[in-house]
């Protein structure tokens, strides 16, 4: 979230800031914690994707078909730590190297947290897909808000007031689109928890492991929408002494 603007309003983002640097804080530590903690089923962080989207009626494209494509999730190992993804798009279920190999409890979690996207996705739970529908002109007005607030608040001309109207408009748009993404990640979490305590893939002290990495990384969406709401209520206040 760039700050645009350097004023009095900056105390209003100084709460999300540190919040934000807190949960970056914590769900690198807890995640480096339970990553070290091997589960006792001996499952690896691709064997239980296969196995959720199994026990939710979702074929595994990659296993069925050779790739991607119909109506089953593809399941691909990609580079990088905590990247993992659900990619709606091409239904493909992306995991970083060390949750698709990885056994510890920590990588089960992840693995089941990015499977809840796409049984959310193949069940069209409400958010995700007013989520899906909305992230293009969200994605478009997120990048165009700034400059364009920037262009209204200093070079003034007649156009300027609609011009920064303009821009509190579309960043509304993106703060709705951060704010929306709460229950949706909230929600994958739920499912993921549920899926491996129900079919036993995690022992109930295990799963206690899995839920505070869940709880840590949600509360990076947590603070990310602070964030975003903070930014707005500047906006706002900016634009309304000009």
């Known amino acids: ?79 990088g730590n905590l990247t993992d993804h659900y990619d709606p798009r091409t239904r493909t279920l992306r995991l970083s190297e060390n949750v698709y190999y990885g056994r510890s409890v920590a990588a089960l979690g992840i693995a089941a947290h990015e499977v809840g996207h796409a049984v959310q996705h193949a069940k069209m739970y409400s958010p995700l897909t007013l989520r899906n529908l909305i992230y293009p002109v969200c994605s478009i007005g997120s990048t165009l808000a700034f400059p364009l607030f920037f262009i209204g608040l200093f070079f003034r001309t007649g156009l300027s007031p609609l011009m920064m109207q303009a821009a509190i408009f579309m960043f509304s748009l993106s703060v709705f689109f951060t704010v929306l993404t709460l229950p949706v990640e909230f929600n994958a979490s739920s499912r993921a928890l549920k899926a491996l305590s129900g079919s036993n893939y995690l022992q109930p002290d295990e799963l206690k492991g899995a839920q505070k990495v869940l709880t840590a990384a949600a509360m990076t969406y947590v603070a990310a929408a602070a964030m975003a709401i903070m930014q707005l209520v500047r906006m706002l206040l900016i634009a309304g002494r000009r």
């Open 1 to 79: 979230m760039p700050f645009f603007f350097f004023d009095g309003t900056m105390i209003l983002i100084v709460p999300a800031l540190l919040l934000a640097l807190w949960a970056q804080f914590k769900v690198k530590s807890t995640y480096a914690k339970y990553s070290k903690v091997d589960n006792r089923a001996g499952l690896t962080g691709a064997d239980v994707a296969q196995l959720i989207l199994r026990d939710n009626g979702i074929a595994d494209s990659h296993s069925l078909y050779g790739g991607g494509g119909g109506q089953g999730v593809g399941i691909e190992c990609i580079g």
